[in-house]
C-alpha cells in the first residue's frame, strides 16, 4: 500500500470523493504541514498552527497510481486559488502536495507541469509541494462526514457538487459502479 497526504479546500470533499475511488483502501481527515503539536480543528480554523487540513488516502498502487491519484486531486478542486476554495477561506484551505518521498515529489511536479504546459487552467497553478512531516487524524466527528451528513446544508452545497463531478468524470473507476452510478 502506498499513502497520498493532499489538501484541497475542506476535508470533508477530499474524503467523500476518495472513498468512492476503485484502488483506495483508506481514507482519512487531518491536518499537516503546520507548526503545533497535536492540532484540533478549532486551532486549525484560527489560522495560528498553519496546519492545512487534509486527507491521507491509503492505495493499492497496483490498482491506482500515485498520478492517477493526483488526476482525481486537480479534477475535485481549484488550485489556482492561494488559501482558498470557494467560500472557504484561510491558509487551512490551501492547495498542497504533502510527498512522501522524492518520487511523489517528482510525479507531483511533473502533473503541475503537465497541466501548466496544457493550459488545463486559465490562472496558474498555485499548489503548494511539500514533504510530510506529520500527519495529525481530524476528530472522530470529522470520519466519513459526508456519508453520515448527506443532507447537512455544506455537504448539500459544497461537497455534494464535487462528489457529482467526481462521479461523472470518473464513472467507470466507482468502488461500485452501480451502487455509486449518478442519481442513485
Given amino acids: 500500500m502506498e499513502k497520498a497526504t493532499l489538501g484541497g479546500g475542506c476535508f470533508w470533499c477530499l474524503e467523500a470523493v476518495y472513498e468512492l475511488l476503485e484502488g483506495v483502501r483508506w481514507v482519512e481527515s487531518g491536518y499537516a504541514g503546520g507548526h503545533v503539536a497535536e492540532p484540533t480543528y478549532e486551532t486549525v480554523c484560527s489560522g495560528s498552527t498553519g496546519h492545512a487540513e487534509v486527507v491521507q488516502v491509503e492505495f493499492d498502487p497496483e490498482a491506482l497510481t500515485f498520478?492517477?491519484?493526483?488526476?482525481?486531486?486537480?479534477?475535485?478542486?481549484?488550485?489556482?486559488?492561494?488559501?482558498?476554495?470557494?467560500?472557504?477561506?484561510?491558509?487551512?484551505?490551501r492547495s498542497v502536495?504533502?510527498?512522501?518521498?522524492?518520487?511523489?515529489?517528482?510525479?507531483?511536479?511533473?502533473?503541475?507541469?503537465?497541466?501548466?504546459?496544457?493550459?488545463?487552467?486559465?490562472?496558474?497553478?498555485v499548489t503548494q509541494v511539500e514533504p510530510l512531516e506529520r500527519f495529525w487524524p481530524a476528530e472522530e466527528h470529522h470520519a466519513q462526514y459526508y456519508r453520515r451528513n448527506p443532507v447537512q446544508p455544506y455537504c448539500l452545497m459544497v461537497v455534494g457538487p464535487k462528489v457529482d463531478k467526481f462521479r461523472e468524470k470518473y464513472l467507470h473507476?466507482?468502488?461500485?459502479?452501480?451502487?455509486?452510478?449518478?442519481?442513485l
Avoid: C, M
Wanted: negative net charge; hydrophobic residues 35%.
Fill in 67 to 93: 498520478r492517477e491519484v493526483l488526476e482525481v486531486f486537480f479534477v475535485i478542486h481549484d488550485p489556482t486559488t492561494l488559501n482558498r476554495q470557494g467560500n472557504d477561506a484561510g491558509t487551512q484551505y
Fill in 97 to 125: 502536495v504533502l510527498y512522501n518521498g522524492d518520487k511523489q515529489k517528482r510525479v507531483t511536479e511533473t502533473v503541475i507541469a503537465k497541466l501548466e504546459a496544457e493550459s488545463v487552467f486559465a490562472d496558474p497553478i
Fill in 173 to 183: 473507476r466507482l468502488k461500485d459502479r452501480v451502487a455509486q452510478a449518478p442519481g
